[in-house]
């Protein structure tokens, strides 16, 4: 079956950029969809089909996929981004979400 | 304005029966499916499986097929996820969220989440 591999965490400093990222085989084939998740909190999407941000939804978030890797960025980092975030594709006809990365804010 | 509402918090018991709920409002509730998530505590994001609520349509992950019954009503725009006999390790925090596009799509909204603790 596909798998999804993030990174456990990431620890980055207020102001700056937070980069996540999704692993998997050909990943750049499949579209990617990035959500956030608050503690105590439902999951949220913060990027859809690899590069798409919903409304309302700061531009400091951004998405990228390519090869065997996607990205989630977050640049500007505030202490409100602090939070799970999971990366999610489609593979035979069955959602695959990622273990999930804990972004630290120091 | 787009909403997913889910039943209370339950407390079971290991063997006992349960079905939450997933009201859905604000759009074409029969012509969008339905996903269910499961979150055991500290963990990550399950996914269980989907309902297209217009034909009940339903295909579940491997991991739960025969384990849980998902169902709708689109009578009352409403989504079930239920169990015959709970298990402590079906101790979890269940999501419903509504899917955009089967096949390739994201899951844009979600439900506020449902706690499920099963203990003797």
């Known amino acids: 079956s596909y798998v999804l591999t993030q990174p456990p965490s990431v620890s980055v400093a207020p102001g700056k950029t937070a980069r996540i990222t999704c692993g998997g085989n050909?990943?750049?084939?499949?579209?990617v969809h990035w959500y956030q998740q608050r503690p105590g909190q439902a999951p949220v999407l913060v990027i859809y089909?690899?590069?798409d941000r919903p409304s309302g939804l700061p531009e400091r978030f951004s998405g990228s996929n390519s090869g065997n890797a996607a990205t989630l960025t977050i640049t500007r980092v505030e202490a409100g981004d602090e939070a799970d975030y999971y990366c999610?594709?489609?593979?035979?006809?069955?959602?695959?979400f990622g273990g999930g990365t804990k972004l630290t804010v120091l | 304005e787009v909403q997913l509402v889910q039943s209370g918090a339950e407390v079971k018991k290991p063997g006992e029966s349960l079905k939450i709920s997933c009201k859905g409002s604000?759009?074409?509730?029969?012509?969008?499916?339905i996903g269910w998530v499961r979150q055991m505590p500290g963990k990550g994001l399950e996914w269980m499986g989907i309902?297209?609520?217009?034909?009940?349509?339903?295909r579940y992950s491997p991991s739960f097929e025969g384990q849980v019954i998902m169902s709708a009503d689109k009578s009352i725009t409403t989504a079930y996820l239920q169990w015959s006999s709970l298990k402590a390790s079906d101790t979890a925090m269940y999501y419903c969220?509504?899917?955009?596009?089967?096949?390739?799509?994201?899951?844009?909204?979600w439900g506020q989440g449902t706690l499920v603790t099963v203990s003797s």
């Open positions: 604000g759009y074409n509730f029969p012509k969008s499916w």
């Open positions: 050909n990943i750049g084939g499949k579209s």
């Open positions: 089909y690899d590069t």
């Open positions: 969220a509504r899917l955009d596009y089967y096949g390739s799509g994201s899951y844009h909204y």
């Open positions: 309902i297209y609520p217009g034909d009940s349509d339903t």
């Open positions: 999610q594709v489609w593979d035979s006809s069955s959602v695959i």
